[in-house]
Nanobody
Framework: EVQLVESGGGLVQVGGSLRLSCEASGFTFEHYSIGWYRQVPGEERTLISCISTSDHRAYYVDSAKGRFTISSDNAKNTVYLQMSSLKPEDTAEYFC???????????????????WGQGTQVTVSS
């Protein structure tokens, strides 16, 4: 059974940092790409970043470039999202998702058929 478990969310002040973790199990980790998405109530989930665990190639949306870093520890089957210089608009529920294809700007994991974690809340206070 594919499982993704996020952790590391919390309350942080503007300009602060958080590291989110996505621990995966139930599939061959190196065959998959992992993406981080976020969702604000009333809005759709949007891709923030993804990484191909086989070669560690990563993609970031513009709002994440220079502030967020995604990495993969294949020995631990875990993908991290290091977030720095956090802003109030980064406040959201953050989810990780996995799919067996390369990470790219169109890394759109199906909310129904894809593999998703339960989410972790990030709140940035001003």
């Amino acid at each position: 059974e594919v499982q993704l478990v996020e952790s590391g969310g919390g309350l942080v002040q503007v300009g602060g940092s958080l590291r989110l973790s996505c621990e995966a199990s139930g599939f061959t980790f190196e065959h998959y790409s992992i993406g981080w998405y976020r969702q604000v109530p009333g809005e759709e989930r949007t891709l923030i970043s993804c990484i191909s665990t086989s070669d560690h190639r990563a993609y970031y949306v513009d709002s994440a470039k220079g502030r967020f870093t995604i990495s993969s520890d294949n020995a631990k089957n875990t993908v991290y999202l290091q977030m720095s210089s956090l802003k109030p608009e980064d406040t959201a529920e953050y989810f990780c998702a996995a799919e067996e294809r390369p990470c790219a700007s169109d890394f759109d994991v199906s909310p129904v058929f894809g593999s998703w974690g339960q989410g972790t809340q990030v709140t940035v206070s001003s």
